[in-house]
Structure formats: structure tokens, C-alpha cells
């Protein structure tokens, strides 16, 4: 279920409340009259059934609530409530399955922001990754792409195709970009202090390495696997099952091929610099394919859908 509190004119409260009543799914109506002092009006309290929230988010839009008022929404965790439990059956469709694409849009924006924090967890997974690398120790990759950051701009990149929004889309594609560039330049200087303190060799990134040398040798599976997590990824985001996100990142070699770039540049070794630059672009662009074909997916069935969650007379 979803809490949504209201801020309406108090000339367009009777329009909202006809909308949330005549919404399948809804419950819990409150009409507080002159209740908000800023901005001025009514405040209106009511529970959706998450399968509904996105039709009744548009029909409120609709109204000028965003610009004249305000909606803001909130997971329930727990509701004891028969008519809750009612409005849930009432409404089409598993919660799980809902997509609240303004939701969507909010968080990706967020995660998508290119910060001095987002910034540096980038150069500390790079950094671990390329220990990793150097040392053909498997736990270090797998840490590094969990600390990676770099979900929340593809995500967001993804999101903005499908919702046409070119401004999310180059503040995505911008925060990518200049994350990877600024990670794989601070781990090459990495590199190098670490070889002049005894730390790394060339003959290091040279030796077999059967845990990680995978990382500069992109071949089918790697496309095929980034597909995967692509869509994997973006469920999780839009289903607000979150904890998949975890393994997501540690599927796709993103950071820990940016590590391998970084070091392999810092000794000269353009075959795995390169070798590793396109493992990351066959990621990258692998994850954003199938992000953008899953996120269009569930754009069409939200459509066929949709008649069934017209507005008709609760009963």
C-alpha cells in the first residue's frame, strides 16, 4: 500500500476527492479542511493499492496538483486494516509487479547526480578492483562491484529513454562518463604509487591469471551476461526490490574493468587497456540495452492493463 497526503486548493478539493473515490484500489479518505497554511488549502490523506497508484498519481497531476499544491507519496510497511486488505484485492494485478514511474524517475534522478560522493565510492571500488587485478584475488572484484556506484546512472539512462527526458538522460550519461574517466585516472596514479613503493610490478599484470584475467578478454558471455542484469537491475528498481540490486553488481564486470584499464595503462600494456575498454563497453552498453527493452515492456503491459483499472463505482 501507498500513503499519499495532499495539498489542494481549496477550490479543487472536491475534484481530487471525486478522483480518489471513484479510483479502484483507494481507501482511508481524510479531507482536512484549511488545514495547510503553506502552501494554503486542504489537506487530503488517503491509502492506494500500490497496482493503482500510478493511474491515480496521473489523474491528480491531471488536476494541477503539483503545481498549485502538493502529493507526496509513502510506503506503508504494515497497515492492519480489513479495508485495506479490501482496496488490495480490489485493484488488478500484484504489487510487485507495479511500476510508479514518477517514483522511478524521482530515484534514478537522484542516483544519477553526479556528487563529490558518488565520485569518490567510483574511485575507491576502481581502486580495490585494481588490487584485485593485480593480485588475481576473486574477493577484492567481487567487492569492488559491490561498491561501485554505477547502476544509478544507467538506470537513470534507461529511464530517460523510455520517458523521454533528454535532461535526466545527459545528467546520467554525464555522471557515468565522468565518473569512469576520473576513477581510471586517479587508479593509474594509484598504480604507479604502489609500483614505486614495492606494491605492484608489471610482471604482476603479466602472469597468468586464471581468477581475473577474464576481465580484458570480453567475449559472447559477457554481452550475454550485462543483458541479463541489465533486466535484472531494473526490476529490482521498479518492483522495490532493492536487495537484488547486490547481485546485479557483482555480475557485471564494469569497475573491475576500469581497474584492469587503469593499471595495464600505467605500465604500457595497451593490448589489456584496450582489451579492457571494450569489456566495459560491451557492459555498459549491454546493461542500458536490455534496462531500456525491459523498462518498454513493462510500459505496454502497464497499457493493456490499464482498461482494467478505468474508474468505475467501488463497491
Keep these: 500500500m501507498l500513503h499519499l497526503r495532499l495539498i489542494t486548493p481549496a477550490d479543487r478539493t472536491e475534484a481530487v476527492v471525486s478522483v480518489i473515490e471513484s479510483t479502484v484500489g483507494t481507501t482511508h479518505l481524510v479531507v482536512l479542511p484549511g488545514a495547510a497554511r503553506d502552501p494554503r488549502g486542504d489537506v487530503v490523506l488517503c491509502d492506494v493499492a500500490r497496482e493503482a497508484g500510478d493511474e491515480l498519481l496521473q489523474e491528480l497531476q491531471a488536476l494541477g496538483l503539483a503545481e498549485a499544491g502538493s502529493i507526496a507519496v509513502e510506503n506503508i510497511d504494515l497497515s492492519l486494516s480489513r479495508r485495506a486488505d479490501a482496496a488490495e484485492e480490489e485493484a488488478p494485478g500484484e504489487a510487485a509487479d507495479a511500476v510508479l514511474w514518477e517514483q522511478l524517475t524521482e530515484a534514478t534522478h537522484e542516483e544519477s547526480t ?20 593485480v593480485l588475481d584475488n576473486a574477493i577484492l572484484i567481487v567487492g569492488a562491484m559491490a561498491v561501485g556506484p554505477e547502476f544509478g546512472p544507467l538506470a537513470g539512462v534507461c529511464t530517460a529513454v523510455v520517458q523521454r527526458a533528454p535532461r535526466l538522460a545527459l545528467r ?20 604507479l604509487g604502489m609500483d614505486a613503493i614495492g606494491q605492484f610490478h608489471e610482471g604482476m599484470l603479466d602472469k597468468p591469471r586464471p581468477n581475473t584475467g577474464f576481465i580484458w578478454q570480453p567475449d559472447p558471455f559477457s554481452f550475454v551476461v550485462s543483458l541479463l542484469a541489465g533486466v535484472a537491475g531494473v526490476l529490482s528498481l521498479t518492483s ?60 505496454a503491459l502497464w497499457r493493456t492493463q490499464r482498461g482494467r483499472w478505468a474508474r468505475r463505482p467501488k463497491t
Excluded at 118 to 126: E, G, K, N, Q, R
Design 172 to 191: 546520467s550519461l554525464g555522471a557515468l562518463l565522468v565518473g569512469f574517466a576520473v576513477a581510471i585516472a586517479a587508479t593509474t596514479l594509484f598504480s
Design 240 to 299: 522495490a526490490k532493492s536487495g537484488a540490486l547486490v547481485g546485479v553488481a557483482i555480475s557485471v564486470t564494469t569497475v573491475p574493468a576500469g581497474a584492469n584499464a587503469a593499471v595495464a595503462l600505467s605500465y604500457g600494456e595497451f593490448a589489456q587497456m584496450w582489451g579492457s575498454a571494450e569489456q566495459l563497453a560491451l557492459n555498459l552498453g549491454g546493461i542500458m540495452l536490455a534496462g531500456i527493452l525491459t523498462l518498454y515492456a513493462q510500459k
Design 114 to 133: 553526479l556528487t563529490i560522493t558518488y565520485v569518490a565510492f567510483m574511485i575507491l571500488a576502481t581502486m580495490i578492483a585494481a588490487c584485485g587485478v
